[in-house]
């Protein structure tokens, strides 16, 4: 039997994977797990810092069903990449054939892991915010420009803040948005920043209270996305409701790990789950008023079913690509 495996660089990946795409693929896979068509350990993350090198890499397996997808996502953090000019984080998707376990490709993953986190909270937002006039971004890396780029293209937002301990980092975040339809303002303070925002998004690296509970305004919706702590405990304990993408792992990783360490947040304390609304067993917002904390903590089966699809298209396209016979 034939066992050849498709190389899926970079460049491939964006020529098949547009930007509707991920966000349509991100949605669906929701849906699906939803419903039970995911099969999707929660993440191990391996930290070789205790060896001596500086970098730490996620296994992120799934089974997606409606696409017969099955896949690995190998994702981390390594030190060594900014004096080599690489991004810190780098990522690849490994399929495999469900029923066979072949290898069927190789597969870039810094396109979609940017685009699957950005697309994330642009699905969230629309279900969750009762507003999204004026959004507020604390931090405004990559991934800040992903969200924002795919929020452009599910709501509607009138004004964008922007905090960041760094002012040329706001400067060069506005140049990517040369044709904006929203108005930038660069705030002195996260707190400038937050005061009357509908959203507030964290997405940064920190370990810190970015966003404080009096700032969060009746009916305001807060996004975190990072790895650690990036608001106050009141932020969470004071929410009205609670959202997350994936229970299992919202309790382990990011913004309530710790109150759940403390006892104060289990699984029973999350009152939206995404995947279980798109899949019509819950409702996402349901009072106009209400504060809701929401944490996105990221799920390698989107990664592997965006992987999947570039796979199909690549495949019904009949363009050549390297192959690699598993065999030899």
């Known amino acids: ?6 190389i899926i660089g970079e460049e491939t990946v964006r020529r098949y994977l547009s930007v509707e795409d991920v966000i349509d693929i991100c949605e669906k896979t929701w849906r699906w797990y939803g419903e039970g068509n995911v099969v999707m350990p929660n993440k191990i993350t391996t930290d070789m810092s205790t060896l001596g090198v500086g970098g730490w890499f996620n296994s992120m397996p799934a089974y997606v069903k409606p696409l017969h997808t099955a896949g690995i996502k190998l994702v ?4 060594a990449n900014k004096a080599l000019g690489l991004p810190y984080i780098k990522a690849n998707v490994i399929l495999t054939d469900p029923e066979t376990g072949i290898l069927k490709a190789v597969v870039s993953g810094d396109y979609i892991n940017d685009m699957r986190t950005g697309a994330q909270p642009a699905i969230m937002v629309k279900m969750l915010a009762s507003s999204t006039d004026t959004v507020c971004f604390i931090g405004t890396g990559l991934m800040a420009y992903c969200s924002l780029l795919c929020m452009s293209k599910t709501v509607d937002i009138k004004e964008v803040r922007l905090c960041d301990i760094s002012d040329e980092a706001k400067d060069r975040f506005i ?10 303002v660069k ?3 996260n707190e400038e920043g937050c005061r009357g925002a509908d959203v507030i998004i964290t997405v940064t690296n920190a370990n810190a209270d970015l966003v404080e509970e009096p700032w969060v ?9 990072g790895s650690f702590r990036e608001t106050s405990f009141d932020v969470v304990r004071k929410a009205d409701k609670i959202a997350v993408d994936q229970v299992g792992q919202s309790l382990h990783r990011g ?3 710790e109150l759940a360490e403390m006892g104060e947040i289990t699984a029973d304390s999350f009152d939206i789950i995404i995947p279980d609304v798109l899949a019509g067993k819950a409702e996402a917002r349901t009072n106009p008023k ?7 903590i990221g799920t390698g089966m989107i990664d592997v079913a965006c992987a999947g699809v570039v ?10 690509l390297c192959k690699v016979d598993m065999t030899k």
């Not at 981390?76 to 030190?79: C, E, P």
């Not at 209400?290 to 996105?296: G, K, L, N, P």
């Open 1 to 6: 039997m034939e066992q050849k495996a498709l």
């Open 255 to 257: 913004n309530v790990k």
């Open 175 to 184: 140049a990517r948005f040369p044709d904006a339809p929203w108005r930038f």
């Open 290 to 296: 209400d504060r809701i904390y929401a944490q996105i």
């Open 76 to 79: 981390g953090g390594y030190d």
């Open 187 to 189: 705030c002195a303070s």
């Open 311 to 320: 796979l199909q298209k690549v495949l019904a396209s009949g363009e050549e």
């Open 217 to 225: 305004k009746e009916g305001g919706l807060v996004m975190t996305m």
